[in-house]
């Protein structure tokens, strides 16, 4: 039975995944890699757009 993982916890594995995605695959765009995180650890939207705010690179972009 799996263990129920509190969002939080989730979303800091997502970032970890991220992080080690743009290290092995420096080729794969980043919208590829967030996407991947947001489906495999079950992101809310919210998440995965806070997700996506944390690895823009120019914060005044939006």
Known sequence: M???M???ELLKKAVVFVNASQSDQP???LAEILDEAAMRFN???LDAEALQRLFDKDPGNG
């Open 2 to 4: 799996p263990t129920i």
């Open 6 to 8: 509190p969002q939080s």
């Open 27 to 29: 080729g794969k765009p």
């Open 43 to 45: 992101l809310s939207p």
